[in-house]
């Protein structure tokens, strides 16, 4: 999941830095891999409230 955080937010970054739209490949690369491990995660710790509530602010970044 880190992997993916990085992208996203070095995709992002960069894009708004220089508005330039081919920065947002890596944004794009790491988006959906990111939301796909959030959801299994979510799965994996979902009789753990705790758990549930630090992936919900994670994906709230």
């Known amino acids: ?3 993916e955080m990085v992208n996203i ?3 992002l970054r960069d894009y ?3 508005g330039d739209v081919g ?3 890596p944004y794009s ?3 959906d891999p990111f939301n796909k491990t ?3 995660d979510q799965e994996l710790t979902n ?3 705790a758990a ?3 992936l919900k602010e994670i994906h709230e970044m």
């Open 29 to 31: 690369s790491g988006i």
């Open 47 to 49: 009789d753990n409230p």
């Open 52 to 54: 549930v509530a630090k």
């Open 16 to 18: 708004l830095l220089t």
């Open 1 to 3: 999941m880190t992997g």
């Open 38 to 40: 959030m959801a299994e």
């Open 23 to 25: 920065f947002l490949n």
């Open 9 to 11: 937010e070095t995709g």
